[in-house]
């Protein structure tokens, strides 16, 4: 069964005791999960809300939550929070507080400067506000309507959350009329440059990408090495032969044996092939998911096919294969 069905199913079910499960996905009653009960990725309540957990494990939890999203019908609201079984009124202010914090971080970040707040923060905050304030409509919590200013960052750090005394805050209503603003002078700017382009900016920015890169591209080969434990923050995973020479690891962390490894290649090579998937299971442990031309995904991994075959040339190196 896709786990897109899964998704469409559990926001359609009414019934608490039905249960469904897909790949590694699935749901019971009100509540759907990733890998296990382990990690709720959200809860629906009474009056068409729900409640989406704000934890990314994983690239394939991420894909799961996804489907959630792009799943939710028309009429219900839904809020990222970092409790989804809140049920008392203590733990919903807890949500609460939270979402603000969130809000906080950002305009901190920006020395509580509207103006530099970057422009991933700013379409952020664009979401969060509106959220925070329906959030708090939608579970009878009270709503704190001012952005705490610089002065007050010890008292937040006790969850002090009263404004009273403070000569200057942002009150939530004008700082989102004040981003909106904002990010609309900016798109009116980069609207003009995409129809006027600046030669110099552009080389500019083409490199400090091709720095960028260089810089990845140094991470992986560090990371090849031995002197990196993993590589953060990369969609894509990389593989490397452990130092024994006898185990495969990912930049994730993650170790299979050269046992492992060639019972995937093989069934990879059965399904390119026969286009046929008679079993998902490798080894009895990782499950082999989205095949595409370039990318192969395992677990909670996403392996471009030019690492597999970066393997398969080291182990031919090292006289295992």
């Known amino acids: 069964m896709q786990n897109r069905t899964i998704a469409h199913d559990w926001w359609y079910n009414t019934d608490p005791g039905a249960r469904k499960i897909g790949s590694n996905f699935f749901w019971c009653g009100n509540s759907i999960y990733s ?21 990314h494990v994983s690239p394939s939890t991420a894909r799961h939550t996804s489907y959630v999203v792009q ?26 507080n939270a979402l603000l914090q969130q809000i ?20 952020k ?21 001012t952005i705490l200013p610089k002065p007050s960052e010890k008292l937040w750090r006790k969850k002090l959350l009263s404004n009273a005394g403070l000569r200057s805050a942002y009150p939530l209503l004008e700082l989102s009329e004040m981003l909106e603003a904002i990010e609309e002078r900016h798109q009116e700017r980069r609207a003009f440059l995409a129809e006027n382009p600046d030669p110099q900016a552009e080389a500019k920015r083409l490199k400090r990408q091709q720095a960028k ?39 994730k962390g993650s170790v299979i044996t050269i046992k492992e490894f060639k019972l995937g290649l093989t069934w990879l090579k059965r399904f390119d092939k026969t286009k046929k ?20 995904a395992v677990g909670c991994h996403r392996i471009p096919r030019s690492e597999i075959a970066y393997i398969c040339s080291a182990l031919k190196h090292v006289g295992t294969e």
């Not at 296990?36 to 809300?49: C, D, N, S, T």
Request: hydrophobic share 35%.
């Open 35 to 55: 890998y296990g009960e382990h990690h709720k990725i959200a809860r629906k309540y009474a009056g068409q809300i729900a409640l989406l957990n704000n934890k």
């Open 277 to 296: 998937r008679d079993n998902d299971m490798i080894a009895d442990k990782y499950v082999i998911g989205e095949i595409t031309d370039d990318m192969v």
């Open 104 to 123: 906080v971080a950002i305009m901190a970040a920006a020395g509580y400067d509207p103006e530099k707040v970057s422009r991933p923060g700013r379409r």
């Open 71 to 96: 799943a939710m019908p028309p009429g219900w609201q839904m809020f990222e929070v970092a409790n989804v079984d809140a049920q008392t009124l203590t733990e919903h202010k807890g949500n609460r």
């Open 125 to 145: 905050l664009l979401h969060l506000i509106p959220d925070y304030r329906h959030f708090c409509a939608a579970f009878h919590v009270e709503s704190l309507p």
């Open 213 to 251: 890169a260089k810089a990845f591209e140094s991470k992986i080969q560090e990371w090849r090495e031995y002197k990196r434990a993993n590589i953060d923050r990369e969609d894509m995973a990389r593989l490397r032969l452990s130092k024994s020479g006898k185990q495969v690891e990912t930049s």
